[in-house]
């Protein structure tokens, strides 16, 4: 008689190991490329620079303050028994010659940013944070981008794909924007918005494992 076929194991619970404090689907799938599960909470806050702030410095207190947002949203829940989740934030900025590009407020913005951005080099900064157990940690990490010379005619047809509307510097790189870019110094991932290396740091510094199943 042929053996019998064992039965399935009882699949193992993928309970959340963390929130996002995030909207982005790019960070979430970034995320979930390092094995991480997590459920999505957007933290909505007001993303702007304060006066006299660097650059770095605003996009590491943005990052701060979204995951520290979702994570006392958490605390004061008085539905939540336990201890909260621990909670990712992340911020993308721009620097170009001292100023900050954030997301595009419209169309003309955004054709701005892209006019000054053609056929120069700039700087994308991603920072991410971590709040767990009352502890905040966060990390910045640094990239260079070059554009090539770019035409009135292809960034408003850039602006009509919809693509530059949520995203830092009005372009993304996964994306349409690609064909933008004749070189990168630094990471893929933080140029998108979830530099992987920092984030797979700052988590396994606090206990958090990343590769899950």
Known sequence: MPEPIPPEPTPVSAAPLLILASASPRRSALLAQIGVRHHVVPARIEERRLDGELIEDCARRLAEQKALKVYSRQKSDSRASGEPLPVLGADTVISLEGTMFGKPRDRDDALEMLA???GQEHEVISAVALAQRGVLTSKLNRNVVRFRALTRAECEAYWDSGE????AGGYAIQGRGAVFIDMLRGSYSGVMGLPLFETAELLT???????QA
């Open 205 to 211: 510094a606090a206990g958090l494992p990343v590769w």
């Open 164 to 167: 530059p509307r949520d995203k």
């Open 116 to 118: 000054r951005l053609s």
